[in-house]
């Protein structure tokens, strides 16, 4: 039985044809759950447009589990749109993303409402990252040691969006997601950045906090894989460059292309032993750019619903 005092937590899964790892996702959402029976949590599973399945195997995952999941269809591909809708469905107070191949710690949601517990107004908090597989290569993970508090720099090296959660009252004042960015986008990342930087412009306080810990079990094995991954950062990161040409913003810009052309002259690499290059880097934010300013219509993220979507299904 949960306190009246303990806010709703409501666990935001967003998956495209990988039923085999959301179902790990959610058996150890599920034990994270028993292991802190104070705590009132739904989970809401975004179905981006899967043809595996996906849908059924939730069904049948949920009817043996003592948990409350529910099934958001979202046809549109593209994660932005996915979250956007799952926030929509959602009816807890405090928003939890995280991805289909990460399994939260077991305190997770212990953690969670330790942290909330501290704020009263809108606020938003990241947690660690952690490398599920040792046989993956070290990347989208974060496992500083230390709390801290966003100063406004660099907001994509401050949280990481599978462990990335928000209390309703910052949702609010941010708005949705800006769909126009993000995995499954021309634009391929950066929807989670642009969303800190905006809270951030908002005045909402943004937090890292280790406690708060999940496990990524992304697969990625090869430096082909880290090479893509990398290039698909550069594009999304060049999108937010044009998205906020003219601001201190593009301090980042020229922040790259300073030591692309130190590394011309001899200077280091991002990391000489995976061949990442600031040269490719800067690449990578120019064709960003241009896709932004030729690919995409010039409007802002609509206001945030405030109820339920209709298509949300019961599992």
Request: with cysteine.
């Amino acid at each position: 039985m949960s306190s009246p005092d303990t806010p709703q937590v409501s666990v935001v899964i967003c998956t495209r044809n990988r039923a085999a790892s959301l179902r790990e996702t959610l058996n150890s959402v599920l034990t994270a759950a028993k292991a802190a029976p104070d705590v009132t949590l739904e989970v809401v599973v975004v179905d981006n447009g899967s043809t595996d399945g996906t849908a059924e195997r939730v069904r049948e995952w949920a009817a043996n589990a003592d948990l409350d999941v529910r099934i958001a269809p979202e046809p549109r591909v593209g994660l932005a749109n996915a979250r956007n809708t799952g926030v929509e469905a959602a009816r807890g107070d405090i928003i939890v993303f995280t991805d289909d191949d990460c399994r939260p710690q077991e305190d997770f949601f212990t953690a969670l409402i330790k942290n909330y517990a501290e704020h009263d107004g809108p606020v938003i908090i990241g947690g660690r990252v952690e490398l599920g597989d040792p046989q993956d290569l070290p990347m989208t993970i974060k496992t500083d040691k230390d709390p801290a508090t966003f100063d406004g720099v660099d907001p994509g090296a401050f949280l990481i969006g599978s462990n990335l959660t928000m209390n309703r009252a910052a949702w609010r004042k941010v708005g949705l997601m800006d769909e126009r960015l993000g995995a499954g986008t021309p634009l391929k990342a950066s929807e989670e950045t642009d969303y800190i930087h905006r809270a951030w412009l908002a005045g909402i306080p943004i937090h890292y906090r280790p406690d708060l810990c999940v496990f990524h079990f992304h697969g990625r094995r090869s430096l082909d894989d880290m090479k893509k991954l990398w290039a698909g950062y550069s594009i999304g990161n060049g999108a937010l460059f044009a998205k906020y040409w003219g601001t201190p913003y593009t301090r980042l810009l020229r922040w790259n292309v300073k030591n692309a052309v130190k590394e011309l002259l001899g200077g280091p690499k991002v990391d000489a032993t995976l061949g990442l290059t600031y040269r490719t880097m800067v690449l990578g934010n120019a064709e960003g750019m241009l896709r932004y300013w030729t690919q995409t219509p010039k409007q802002q993220p609509a206001a945030p619903a405030t109820s339920a979507s209709p298509t949300t299904s019961e599992a």
